[in-house]
């Protein structure tokens, strides 16, 4: 059974810092996609970031690329969003996702697998 544990979210001031880790576990992931998506309330749950666990290559949003960094640590089966110049806007409860991505990366429904959440709140 694949679990996903996040934690590292927040309470901070907009141009502040966070970083997101989402512990991986139940399987081995080296032919998987590891995402962050996020939800703001009223809102659909909108994509940030993607990584390939085999090769690390990584696709972002155009709302958080230049100021958001996803990476992965494969000793320790977990991916991480490092997130500077944070804005108000960011905030949301921020999802990480693990599967196959059959599907384009973008789209929650190409994951077979998310964790509980971690509330991110950007203050102005």
């Known amino acids: 059974q694949v679990q996903l544990v996040e934690s590292g979210g927040g309470l901070v001031q907009a141009g502040g810092s966070l970083r997101l880790s989402c512990a991986a576990s139940?399987?081995?992931?080296?032919?998987?996609?590891m995402g962050w998506f996020r939800q703001a309330p009223g809102k659909e749950r909108e994509f940030v970031a993607a990584?390939?666990?085999?090769?690390?290559?990584?696709l972002y949003a155009d709302s958080v690329k230049g100021r958001f960094t996803i990476s992965r640590d494969t000793a320790k089966n977990t991916v991480y969003l490092q997130m500077n110049s944070l804005k108000p806007e960011d905030t949301a409860v921020y999802y990480c996702?693990?599967?196959?991505?059959?599907?384009?990366?973008?789209?929650?429904?190409?994951?077979?697998?998310w964790g509980q959440g971690t509330q991110v709140t950007v203050s102005s």
């Open positions: 990584i390939r666990w085999s090769d690390g290559s990584t």
């Open positions: 996702a693990a599967g196959r991505v059959a599907g384009p990366p973008r789209i929650y429904t190409s994951y077979d697998y």
């Open positions: 139940g399987r081995t992931f080296s032919s998987y996609g």
